[in-house]
């Protein structure tokens, strides 16, 4: 199965954008759902997760603090607000279904999608 993500597009260093992901029904019920970056010529990163309850969120320290990951269960929604927004976090963006309920797994149940572009100028 697949998680559709979308909202990206370009905007000016210090501007905000908000990332949405569409799950097929209960998937957030059932997995954690991380949100990646890949930058051209970078490996992916996991910039945020989320576990089934909501209640456990893990960020990367690049965007601690700037990025915040939601949920709305009942329109299988995951979203990633994104503050502060600086060029280095230019990049695809990827949300996925992580191997379980929390968030330490690497692996990933679902299949990447197309992602959505983020573009950051100074």
């Known amino acids: 199965f697949q998680l559709q993500a979308s909202g990206g597009g370009s905007v000016q260093a210090g501007e905000a954008l908000r990332l949405s992901c569409v799950a097929p029904e209960n998937t957030l019920d059932t997995y954690a759902i991380g949100w990646y970056r890949q930058a051209p010529g970078k490996a992916r990163e996991k910039v945020a997760c989320?576990?089934?309850?909501?209640?456990?969120?893990k960020y990367a320290d690049s965007v601690q603090g700037r990025f915040t990951i939601s949920k709305d269960n009942e329109k299988n929604t995951v979203y990633l607000q994104m503050n502060s927004l600086k060029p280095e976090d230019t990049a695809v963006y990827y949300c996925?279904?992580?191997?379980?309920?929390?968030?330490?797994?690497?692996?990933?149940?679902?299949?990447w999608g197309q992602g959505t572009q983020v573009t950051v100028s100074s």
């Open positions: 989320m576990n089934t309850g909501g209640h456990l969120i």
């Open positions: 996925a279904a992580q191997a379980g309920r929390y968030c330490w797994s690497i692996e990933i149940r679902s299949s």
